[in-house]
C-alpha cells in the first residue's frame, strides 16, 4: 500500500509560480509511474501530467505544455510539479497518482492517490 501527501499549494497571482511536491512511503516509490491530475469546482478531474520510473520520459496536457515541468527524486521518494506562467483556469485541487503500469493519460491506469493540494490563481 502506497501513500501519498502532496504539498505545496496556495494562492498565487496570475503569473507566478508555485512548485508541488508529492511525498510517498509505504512502497518502492522507484517502481511506480507517477502522475498529476487536478479538479476544478463542477469538472471532472483531468491529467496534467505524468514521469515513468526512471524519469526518463514525461507526458503533459496540451493546457499546460511549455509551463509545466513534472521531474522525480526516487532517492527522497517525492515527485515534484514545477508550475511556472500559471493562469486563473489552472485553478484546481491537484493530486498526485502512482501506478504500477507505464505512464497512462488516464485516471483510471493509477491505483494509488493523495487527497490534493489546493492551488488558486488570482487575476
Known amino acids: 500500500q502506497v501513500q501519498l501527501v502532496e504539498s505545496g499549494g496556495g494562492l498565487v497571482q496570475v503569473g507566478d509560480s508555485l512548485r508541488l511536491s508529492c511525498a510517498a512511503s509505504?512502497?518502492?516509490?522507484?517502481?511506480?509511474?507517477m502522475g498529476w491530475f487536478r479538479q476544478a469546482p463542477g469538472k471532472e478531474r483531468e491529467f496534467v501530467s505524468a514521469?515513468?520510473?526512471?524519469?526518463?520520459?514525461?507526458a503533459y496536457a496540451d493546457s499546460v505544455e511549455g509551463r509545466f515541468t513534472i521531474s522525480r527524486d526516487n532517492a527522497k521518494n517525492t515527485v515534484y510539479l514545477q508550475m511556472n506562467s500559471l493562469k486563473p483556469e489552472d485553478t484546481a485541487v491537484y493530486s498526485c497518482?502512482?501506478?504500477?503500469?507505464?505512464?497512462?493519460?488516464?485516471?483510471?491506469?493509477?491505483?494509488?492517490w493523495g487527497q490534493g493540494t489546493q492551488v488558486t490563481v488570482s487575476s
Open positions: 497518482a502512482a501506478s504500477r503500469g507505464v505512464v497512462r493519460r488516464s485516471q483510471y491506469a493509477y491505483d494509488y
Open positions: 514521469i515513468t520510473w526512471s524519469g526518463g520520459n514525461t
Open positions: 509505504g512502497g518502492t516509490f522507484s517502481t511506480y509511474a
